[in-house]
Protein backbone atom coordinates (compact mmCIF):
# COMPACT_ATOMS: atom_id res chain seq x y z
CA UNK A 1 0.00 0.00 0.00
CA UNK A 2 1.42 3.39 -1.24
CA UNK A 3 1.94 6.11 1.90
CA UNK A 4 -0.70 8.93 1.62
CA UNK A 5 1.83 11.50 0.95
CA UNK A 6 2.88 9.82 -1.85
CA UNK A 7 -1.27 9.59 -3.20
CA UNK A 8 -1.34 13.02 -2.62
CA UNK A 9 2.01 14.26 -4.55
CA UNK A 10 0.81 12.19 -7.57
CA UNK A 11 -2.63 14.21 -7.34
CA UNK A 12 -1.23 16.96 -7.29
CA UNK A 13 0.95 16.80 -10.45
CA UNK A 14 -1.83 15.60 -12.14
CA UNK A 15 -3.66 18.93 -11.32
CA UNK A 16 -0.77 21.06 -12.06
CA UNK A 17 -0.36 19.55 -15.34
CA UNK A 18 -4.07 19.92 -16.47
CA UNK A 19 -4.01 23.39 -15.29
CA UNK A 20 -0.97 23.80 -17.15
CA UNK A 21 -2.66 22.23 -20.13
CA UNK A 22 -5.76 24.22 -19.87
CA UNK A 23 -3.65 27.43 -19.36
CA UNK A 24 -2.21 26.60 -22.96
CA UNK A 25 -5.35 26.14 -24.47
CA UNK A 26 -6.66 29.73 -23.48
CA UNK A 27 -3.62 31.26 -24.77
CA UNK A 28 -3.27 30.02 -27.88
CA UNK A 29 -7.08 30.45 -28.96
CA UNK A 30 -7.28 33.67 -27.44
CA UNK A 31 -3.76 34.77 -28.80
CA UNK A 32 -3.80 32.88 -32.20
CA UNK A 33 -3.44 36.08 -34.05
CA UNK A 34 0.15 36.88 -32.46
CA UNK A 35 1.21 33.18 -31.75
CA UNK A 36 0.95 31.74 -35.50
CA UNK A 37 2.87 32.47 -37.96
CA UNK A 38 1.04 34.94 -40.39
CA UNK A 39 0.23 32.33 -43.05
CA UNK A 40 -1.38 30.16 -40.15
CA UNK A 41 -3.61 32.84 -38.62
CA UNK A 42 -4.54 34.89 -41.92
CA UNK A 43 -6.14 31.85 -43.15
CA UNK A 44 -6.21 29.35 -40.25
CA UNK A 45 -8.89 28.91 -37.33
CA UNK A 46 -8.11 27.34 -33.52
CA UNK A 47 -10.50 24.94 -32.85
CA UNK A 48 -9.04 23.41 -29.48
CA UNK A 49 -6.11 22.10 -27.97
CA UNK A 50 -6.29 19.11 -26.37
CA UNK A 51 -3.75 16.47 -25.12
CA UNK A 52 -1.30 18.33 -27.05
CA UNK A 53 -3.04 18.28 -30.30
CA UNK A 54 -3.63 21.05 -31.93
CA UNK A 55 -6.72 21.46 -34.62
CA UNK A 56 -7.23 24.21 -36.84
CA UNK A 57 -9.73 24.65 -39.50
CA UNK A 58 -9.02 25.93 -43.02
CA UNK A 59 -11.31 27.48 -45.58
CA UNK A 60 -10.62 24.81 -47.61
CA UNK A 61 -8.81 21.63 -49.39
CA UNK A 62 -6.58 23.73 -51.40
CA UNK A 63 -5.05 25.95 -48.30
CA UNK A 64 -5.29 22.75 -46.20
CA UNK A 65 -2.91 20.34 -48.42
CA UNK A 66 -0.62 23.70 -48.59
CA UNK A 67 -0.30 23.95 -44.96
CA UNK A 68 0.08 20.68 -43.57
CA UNK A 69 3.73 20.76 -44.84
CA UNK A 70 3.97 23.83 -42.88
CA UNK A 71 2.82 22.55 -39.52
CA UNK A 72 6.48 22.53 -38.02
CA UNK A 73 6.41 25.69 -38.29
CA UNK A 74 3.50 26.64 -36.43
CA UNK A 75 4.23 24.52 -33.58
CA UNK A 76 7.59 25.82 -33.30
CA UNK A 77 5.83 29.24 -33.25
CA UNK A 78 3.73 28.45 -30.49
CA UNK A 79 5.71 25.69 -28.41
CA UNK A 80 8.43 28.61 -28.37
CA UNK A 81 6.14 31.23 -27.66
CA UNK A 82 4.40 29.71 -24.65
CA UNK A 83 8.31 27.79 -23.55
CA UNK A 84 6.69 24.66 -23.43
CA UNK A 85 5.74 21.48 -25.61
CA UNK A 86 2.13 22.55 -25.62
CA UNK A 87 1.60 21.54 -29.10
CA UNK A 88 2.84 17.72 -29.98
CA UNK A 89 0.67 17.24 -32.97
CA UNK A 90 -1.52 19.68 -35.76
CA UNK A 91 -4.67 18.34 -37.15
CA UNK A 92 -5.87 20.43 -40.04
CA UNK A 93 -9.34 20.41 -41.07
CA UNK A 94 -11.16 22.53 -43.46
CA UNK A 95 -14.40 24.75 -42.93
CA UNK A 96 -17.78 23.19 -43.80
CA UNK A 97 -19.40 25.24 -46.89
CA UNK A 98 -23.03 25.79 -46.52
Known amino acids: MKPLAQILESVVEHLVDQRQSSTSSLTVLANWETLAPPVWSEH ?43 VTTVRVITERTR
Open 44 to 86: GRPIRLEDGELVVALPDGATASLLRFRVGELMDAINGALETAA
